[in-house]
Each structure stands twice: as structure tokens, then as C-alpha cells.
Nanobody, 120 residues
């Protein structure tokens, strides 16, 4: 399994960024795909997971209504559109394979990460 993220950078508060990820070694039809993030001094947070097999998508409360996950299953590409960015969104963002079961989310593989910095 391999996941490669791109698209991070520096943006002002209120701005937008779109992250991209190309995955290999599994298909989005079989597994979910999502994003994690980690800020300095904080635990890694699963912010979204999408299962195209059943149309189920999860967003953490911290990003709900501002971030949108989408994918092209034909070429195993996933995007994270991030709008109305806040300084507290500053983190390293990781594309990750995920699954959802019984109300819980599991992330088992992730990429190297891409830095997103939001200035105030």
C-alpha cells in the first residue's frame, strides 16, 4: 500500500487549499479513503473517511461544512478541498486508507504527509 500526498502550502486565514493523493496497492471500491492531520503537540486526528462501497462519509466536527472529500476511483485519486481555513487547521495532513464499522473509524496506512500552514 502506498499513498502520496501533494498540494500543501501556506495560506491566509479564510482561504482555500486543495490536497491531492494518489493511492496504490488497494482500490477505493474495497476500502475507504480519508485524511488524517497532526498539529505540533497534538494527537493525530482522523478528519474524514469516505467509503464509496456504501456511500458513507464521515467528517470530524472540526472540519464539517468547510472540508470536502472526493475521489476518482478509476485512477485511485482522492482530494480534500479545504475552505474557510483557520489557523487551527495548521497541521501535517496525511492521506490514509480507512474503514468505518459500528460507528468507529480505522486508519491503517498513510502517506508521508503534506504541510498546511494557515496564517492569521
Amino acid at each position: 500500500v502506498q499513498l502520496v500526498e501533494s498540494g500543501g502550502g501556506l495560506v491566509q486565514a479564510g482561504g482555500s487549499l486543495r490536497l491531492s493523493c494518489v493511492a496504490s496497492g488497494f482500490t477505493f471500491d474495497e476500502n475507504g479513503i480519508g485524511w488524517l492531520r497532526q498539529s505540533p503537540g497534538k494527537e493525530r486526528e482522523g478528519i474524514t473517511c469516505m467509503q464509496t462501497s456504501d456511500g458513507n462519509t464521515y467528517y470530524a466536527d472540526s472540519v464539517k461544512g468547510r472540508f470536502t472529500i472526493s475521489s476518482n476511483n478509476a485512477n485511485n485519486t482522492v482530494w480534500l478541498q479545504m475552505n474557510s481555513l483557520k489557523p487551527e487547521d495548521t497541521a501535517v495532513y496525511y492521506c490514509a486508507r480507512c474503514d468505518m464499522e459500528a460507528g468507529s473509524r480505522y486508519f491503517d496506512y498513510w502517506g508521508q504527509g503534506t504541510q498546511v500552514t494557515v496564517s492569521s
